[in-house]
């Protein structure tokens, strides 16, 4: 059984490489994928602007232990633009979607621990060194649109951007136009729907705010 899947794991990075980068650079296998994501859609295009290597980026690893790893599966539906700028882990239940006028960026030593959705129609940007726990949903969309009456478009997709060394606790929600600034924590249950300035800040709530300062945080 453990044969199967490693043997299912490599023919599904094998095509994955392939599919996404030239000759040389596939064949170095920088992408891994466990037997447990499912490829929904694989257009658009993947850019990795740091040096390759083998395993660089993982997706659907294991990472938590109190989920089903067994039976909880990534998702890969891309149709837009992917850039990683370095290393990445993408863990077990995941989904990645990307419309096709979709922008994501995920910067060097990216973590999503498990069961996170990250949903980009417009652009959606990780600085360096995030860190994001699990059930943790984060879109530049609201997939539906709303019109006045007048038939304007009154909730455009809108970027999310997001920092460097930024930790995003569980089961917290980024929505469409926010942005949060380099080195803060995102407590656990949050809703972030705006600007998050200043740094070294714990934010929480619904909506989030500031509830303490002077802080970092160790991986």
């Known amino acids: 059984m453990k044969n ?4 299912r794991s490599v023919i599904r990075s094998v095509f994955f490489n392939l599919k996404y980068f030239p000759l040389l650079q596939a064949i170095k296998l920088p992408v891994l994928l466990t037997p447990n994501v499912y ?7 993947i850019t990795i602007t740091a040096p390759i290597r083998t395993g660089m980026i993982r997706i659907g690893e294991e990472g938590v232990g109190i989920f089903d790893y067994k039976h ?5 539906e891309v149709w837009g633009e992917v850039i990683f700028q370095g290393t990445a882990r993408i863990g077990h239940g995941s989904k990645i979607s990307v419309g096709e006028a ?8 990216f973590l999503n621990s498990a069961e996170s959705t990250i949903c980009c129609f417009n652009e959606i940007t990780f600085g360096r060194h995030c860190f994001l726990s699990w059930d943790i949903l984060i879109m530049d969309t609201d997939y539906h649109k709303i019109t006045d009456t007048e038939g304007k478009v009154i909730n455009p997709d809108t ?13 917290s929600v980024i929505l469409k136009g ?11 249950g ?7 300035n200043g740094q070294n800040q714990v934010i929480g709530g619904v909506p989030a705010k500031v509830i303490r300062t002077g802080v970092n945080w160790i991986p």
């Open 102 to 109: 979709g922008k994501l960026t995920i910067g060097d030593e």
């Open 39 to 45: 490829l929904k859609v694989t257009k658009g295009k």
């Open 178 to 188: 926010s942005s949060i600034n380099d080195n803060n924590i995102i407590a656990a």
């Open 159 to 171: 970027p999310v951007h997001i920092g460097e060394n930024v930790w995003i606790g569980c089961r």
């Open 72 to 76: 909880s599966r990534a998702i890969w």
């Open 190 to 196: 949050s809703l972030i729907s705006g600007t998050i």
């Open 4 to 7: 199967g899947k490693y043997i």
